[in-house]
């Protein structure tokens, strides 16, 4: 699943090479983005010493920033129209413009509420976390805290590789709420498939960030644009990992998109089909 996902990632990418780095800058549009970007140039400059002297801090910052960032208007209604390129291989610049300045008016206000709600609970898991770390003396309660801080923050990154396709897809039939249920329940079953494209995620994102002087153009044509392929074709391998069964195995259950959803409908009233 790992390489058959990157390399359809990749050609998708390479295929569309124009609209992806299109995409990649207008996701770039995005104001958490563009703060991680910033710290970075200062931290660069700073030659990390912030990191050797506040770590805590310097890594609470980035969690909070990449956690949500994906979030934002403009880099969700990017996501919907990466979904079209592959759909359709060939989007015209006219079609494709078009489709994100009426994406960006049907989802600017709710999304930016949404922004808003993940923020404040990612903000109130930092603070808890803080406070107890900051309070308690054991070292290895200390640690801990920090482990189990990192792990739910790798899990609520990690399911947005489902989270995201799952919505846009199925955006009519489910409301946020259960898409983002739906989605931690998966990431939380399958961590061992997840867990190869989390840090190939956050690899590409280091790199991208903190790579001295070019950073902002590197991470602005490449991240967004390749990444987000990755977790359209990612959710498409899940789909086919719990439709594979015979009494599923049909093109209408394994197929993205229907009306109705032979796959939402799994999803809701099947108990056994996460157990797999």
Known sequence: MFFKVLFNSIKKWWRNINLSI???LVSSINPFFLILLFYSNLLISLKFEPILKYPIEVVSFYLFFISIQSFFPTTFAITTLQKKIIE????????????FWRLLARYILPWLGL??????????IIWTGGFYFQFIENIFLKIFIMLFVLFIFSIFIMSQYVFFP???YEEDKIKVSNALKFAMEIALRNVHLLIPFFLIDILLFSIFVLVPYFNFFIASIFYFGFTNFVRLYLYYEIIRKYTSQKKYATTSYSKVGNVPSPWLDLLKSKKDLLNR
């Open 22 to 24: 299109v995409s990649s």
């Open 88 to 99: 359709k291989d060939h989007l015209s610049y006219k079609e494709f413009f078009s489709g």
């Open 115 to 124: 922004t808003f709600f993940f923020a404040i609970a990612v903000l109130l």
């Open 166 to 168: 799952l919505y846009i």
